[in-house]
Structures are given as structure tokens and as C-alpha cells.
Nanobody, 129 residues
Framework: QLQLVESGGGLVQPGGSLRLSCATS????????LGWFRQAPGKEREAVSC????????YYADSVKGRFTISRDNAKNTLYLDMNSLKPGDTAVYYC??????????????????????WGQGTQVTVSS
């Protein structure tokens, strides 16, 4: 059974860093599209980053480009999101997600044209002084 469990969220000061982890079970990290999205209270869901398992290509929202890094450890079945230079605008619940549909790739999920098939329960990130 597929499970995605996020961890690593918390309270951090502006300019600080956090590493989010997503432990997966029931899915091979070598196959689907893997991503992170976030949702802040009263705001639309925002795609943050995606990694294409077919070739390792990574994609980022303009709002986080240069500050966030997505990566995976296939041996540990874990997806990561390293977040640096955090800003108050990064405050949100962060979800890791998996997309399985063969003809859908990261740009489809990053643009919002398609929704991931599964996601975890989320982890809260709060950036505040």
C-alpha cells in the first residue's frame, strides 16, 4: 500500500533553512514523477518543485528557484526538499506527492494542468521572527 509521510517542518526565522523529508512505501522512486506542493491558509495550492524519475530533471516554481533543492535517495525510498533563505511568504503546509500517469510529466504538475495521484498528510513550515 502506498504511503507518503512528510517530516522536518517547524518554525524558523527568516533567512533560515529547513530540510523536509518524505518517506515513501509501496512505490519505487525510480518510476513516477515526485514533487512537493504547498498550501497556505486562504491561498491556492502552489506547486513548489518536481523531479522527473525518467531522467532526473528537476523543476522549481519561480518563487523558490535558487533557494530550494529537490532530491531523492532511492536506497532509502525518501524524497527531500532542502529549503534555504526562507521567507515569511514560504509559510505553508508542505506536501510531498507522486504522479503515476505515464503520459504526464513534471511540467504538467508544475503548471497545475494535472493533479498528483497521491500525497501525504503534510508538514507545517512557519517562517517568522
Amino acid at each position: 500500500q502506498l504511503q507518503l509521510v512528510e517530516s522536518g517542518g517547524g518554525l524558523v526565522q527568516p533567512g533560515g533553512s529547513l530540510r523536509l523529508s518524505c518517506a515513501t512505501s509501496g512505490v519505487s522512486l525510480g518510476y513516477p514523477m515526485l514533487g512537493w506542493f504547498r498550501q497556505a491558509p486562504g491561498k491556492e495550492r502552489e506547486a513548489v518543485s518536481c523531479i522527473d524519475s525518467t531522467d532526473g530533471s528537476t523543476y522549481y516554481a519561480d518563487s523558490v528557484k535558487g533557494r530550494f533543492t529537490i532530491s531523492r535517495d532511492n536506497a532509502k525510498n525518501t524524497l527531500y526538499l532542502d529549503m534555504n533563505s526562507l521567507k515569511p511568504g514560504d509559510t505553508a503546509v508542505y506536501y510531498c506527492a507522486v504522479g503515476f500517469v505515464e503520459y504526464l510529466y513534471c511540467p504538467d504538475y508544475m503548471s497545475g494542468r494535472s493533479e498528483y495521484d497521491h500525497w501525504g498528510q503534510g508538514t507545517q513550515v512557519t517562517v517568522s521572527s
